[in-house]
């Protein structure tokens, strides 16, 4: 064992006098994770539109003109969806805020003096901020509407005559019956007199003032289960680990080919331990770099960039497994290229088609679909999924484990694929 | 110590090692002498368990032993200087010598006095803490030495350790393999140099193609193989050279008839007797 240590130990010495080496496995991580993590933070921080799952349950003209009035009032990135979907997109953290036009919205709208439209607003709770702009967006709009129709005197004729017909109907002949007729037929001048007090450009609610709140807003408010980030520093330290497992895995791969190249392979192999050692010393010295890069960056991360981990044992695991995994195709990247060149070229050659389908570049919801599905035979993608797990989407030990044996296997695979094909000549 | 009984090895359709038998004696440095490609360095890597032989056995035996080098704990008493400088460049002389020391079990104390005592032998003291690549060509070539013998193993294999060195460090080079035939290791030296194998060598075995040619003294070696020596010599304006393996007798006899100026002699040495054996000079 002592002597496995001390192979482990003198690769590790000397990837940290080789420049190059350590900046792949430690500098181009942290650039990524800070790189990565200050792009997509001031993205954020822009005029980007809320994304609003919108639910229309009453499906009539007046409320597809509601929307379409929305949407043309931007700030906000709808998504028609049904009512459902909608709620599991809130709980799951990927939608802040639903808004449901209940049955009933598209007449009241067009009625406003009778009752008042109503829409109801399904809130996570984190998203408080993002909530309140999406009812000045709802009220703006409703006002809108409100004033649309009372500077059509078309529409509001047709509104008084059928509200006149209705009251006709049924109230009994009455004075106060009289009045209201009489305010009902007033009301029809008001596009008229509002154009002769020349209150045109002014707020909304100077014109609809007499008639309360153009919306009613109700609001409840569901638990998200799952957050996204709170931070995109979360995003890019789970890549930049990424980053150091890939550096870590075709440096030591190289290393293989250059005790060959060197001939210390040879002195190795001359004295008193068996290949079964050296493998596993190799297999060891990769382990530990990235063990304890991963660990320093996350602590960087997690110190200075408020990065904060839904659960450190989880982390840890995912990070053992994630490393475990890319050791393992650090023996079988070792069997391919047999010069340095070679297993530089090789290495590299796949670890960047493997980490860009991975996610490694581009975050992963942000693929196409299908991309996605193909993704799925990336060890790339399954160390962001174990990484991501611990970090921000709050995984259970369970959700934990599918990752996890996935690494682990492809790891264990990989290793004894390359261990058992590792030609040990030295010629 | 070091045997090989009719050992053979073939790379495809060469035979790099062919028929090859000898056994090392106590406290001798024996010599593989034989021109490029020869089979010295494969016999070497089948010494010590790098290849395997398709013939014969190789083996670590003596009176109560009997071991294959290709077994890992066998190889704890051996130490090879490769024929190609094999060091880390990137670290230390001292750290190369530390890692291939833990290598060997060496540990604390001890393995802090080997290094030093390794980096004195190679004279190597004083830039201990430089990285490796900045040493000059004769330094790598000490410290590829000095690493081989580290733990201080019984049997040391040099694998032509002064090629591409200056004469001064060639000769630094013989005095420390002297010096460790002195501390009573075993030594196979392997060389393509015949001054080298005559001055240094107890036993020489004469390679060629994978051959072994002849296996003695030096001294046998030149007596049986040989030959005559060459007396050159000038009369007048007139020069012959002579062989001969009574110079004296012969220089005598040559004076009787005419007036010798100057003469030389040169008596037969490894060179001759390659050339006799294989009707090709060593060198090439
Ligand atoms: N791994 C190998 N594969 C194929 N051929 C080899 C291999 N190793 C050695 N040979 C061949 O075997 C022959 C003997 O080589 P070897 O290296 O043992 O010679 P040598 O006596 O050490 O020569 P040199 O003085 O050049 O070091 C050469 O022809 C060489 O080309
Ligand atoms: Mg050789």
Redesign the pocket.
């Known amino acids: 064992m002592n002597k496995i240590v001390a192979m482990a130990a003198k690769d590790i010495q000397i990837l940290f006098r080789d420049k190059l080496g350590f900046f792949f496995t430690v500098f181009f991580p942290l650039m990524m994770a800070i790189f990565f993590g200050a792009m997509f933070a001031n993205l954020s921080r822009g005029p980007a539109s809320i994304p609003v799952a919108l639910v229309d349950e009453d499906r009539t003209a007046g409320s597809q003109r509601f929307v379409t009035r929305l949407e043309a009032a931007g700030g906000l990135a709808l998504d028609q969806i049904p009512q459902e979907q909608a709620l599991d997109q809130v709980r799951r953290g990927q939608t802040g805020v639903m808004v449901t036009l209940t049955p009933g919205f598209g007449a009241a709208l067009d009625n406003p003096f009778r009752i008042t439209p109503e829409v109801e607003l399904t809130v996570d709770p984190t998203q408080f901020a993002a909530a309140g702009m999406v009812r000045g967006i709802l009220l703006e709009a409703a006002g809108a509407e409100l004033q649309a129709l009372m500077s059509d005197t078309e529409r509001i004729q047709a509104t008084n005559d059928q509200n006149r017909r209705l009251i006709e109907q049924f109230a009994p002949p009455s004075p106060a019956r009289d009045d209201f007729l009489t305010f009902i037929d007033l009301s029809a001048r008001v596009p008229a007199l509002v154009g002769q007090l020349g209150l045109d450009g002014a707020p909304t609610d100077a014109v609809s003032g007499g008639f309360g709140p153009p919306l009613e807003i109700g609001q409840t408010e569901v638990q998200a289960e799952q957050r996204g980030p709170s931070n995109s520093y979360a995003t890019s330290f789970g890549q930049a680990m990424l980053w150091i497992l890939i550096g870590g895995s075709v440096s030591f791969s190289m290393s293989i080919a250059i005790e060959r190249s060197r001939g210390t392979l040879m002195r190795l192999l001359v004295a008193p331990i068996t290949t079964r050692h050296l493998l596993a010393a190799k297999g060891l010295a990769c382990l530990t770099t990235t063990l304890v890069t991963s660990t320093a960056l996350i602590t960087l991360g997690i110190t200075v960039f408020g990065v904060t981990p839904t659960s450190y044992p989880l982390l840890a695991l995912a990070l053992l497994c994630g490393s475990i995994c890319f050791c393992g195709i650090m023996m079988a990247l070792s069997v391919i290229g047999k010069t340095e060149q070679a297993a530089a070229g090789v290495g590299w050659g796949l670890a960047l088609p493997f980490s860009m389908l991975g996610g490694g570049m581009v975050p992963l919801f942000l693929m196409p679909e299908w991309m996605q599905r193909i993704a799925n035979i990336s060890p790339m993608k399954w160390t962001l999924i174990a990484y991501e797990g611990a970090i921000w989407r709050g995984f259970t030990l369970n959700e934990m484990l599918v990752p996890c044996a996935v690494l682990v296997g492809i790891g264990v695979v990989a290793f004894t694929a390359g261990a058992s094909r590792l030609r040990w000549?030295t010629? | 110590m070091l045997l090989f009984d009719h050992v053979s090895k073939s790379?495809?359709d060469?035979r790099?090692?062919d028929d090859l038998s000898f056994e090392l004696e106590a406290g001798e440095v024996f010599g593989?002498l034989?021109?490029?490609?020869?089979?010295?360095?494969?016999?070497?890597?089948m010494a010590v368990g790098l290849l395997e032989p398709d013939e014969g056995v190789v083996r670590f035996a003596g009176k109560t032993f009997d071991r294959d080098p290709r077994e890992a704990e066998n190889r704890q008493a051996l130490g090879l200087a490769p024929?190609s400088i094999a060091l880390y460049e990137e670290i230390s002389s001292a750290d190369n010598l530390r890692f291939f020391g833990r290598l060997h079990g060496l540990k604390g104390s001890d393995l802090e006095e080997r290094v030093a005592a390794c980096l004195d032998f190679a004279d190597l003291t004083d830039v201990r803490k430089k990285a490796v690549s900045k040493y000059s060509g004769g330094m790598k070539r000490r410290l590829n030495l000095a690493v081989a013998i580290i733990h201080d193993p019984d049997l040391v294999l040099l694998?032509?350790p002064t090629v591409g060195v200056d004469p001064q460090s060639r000769n630094a080079i013989f005095d420390r393999v002297e010096q460790l035939r002195d501390d009573g290791k075993q030594i196979v030296y392997?060389t393509?140099y015949m001054e080298e194998a005559q001055r240094l060598c107890d036993r020489v075995a004469i390679?060629d193609r994978?051959r072994l040619m002849a296996l003695d003294t030096v001294r046998a070696l030149i007596e049986a193989h040989g030959g005559p020596g060459k007396l050159a010599v000038q009369t007048g304006d007139k020069e012959s050279i002579h062989d001969t393996t009574d110079p004296l007798g012969t220089l005598a006899e040559l004076q009787e008839r005419e007036t010798v100026e100057h003469f030389q002699y040169r008596p037969p040495d490894l060179e001759t007797v390659f050339l006799n054996l294989t009707g090709r000079a060593l060198r090439d």
């Open positions: 000549d010629g | 790379f495809g060469l790099a090692v593989l034989g021109p490029n490609g020869a089979g010295k360095t494969t016999a070497i890597n024929q694998d032509e392997t393509h390679m994978g």
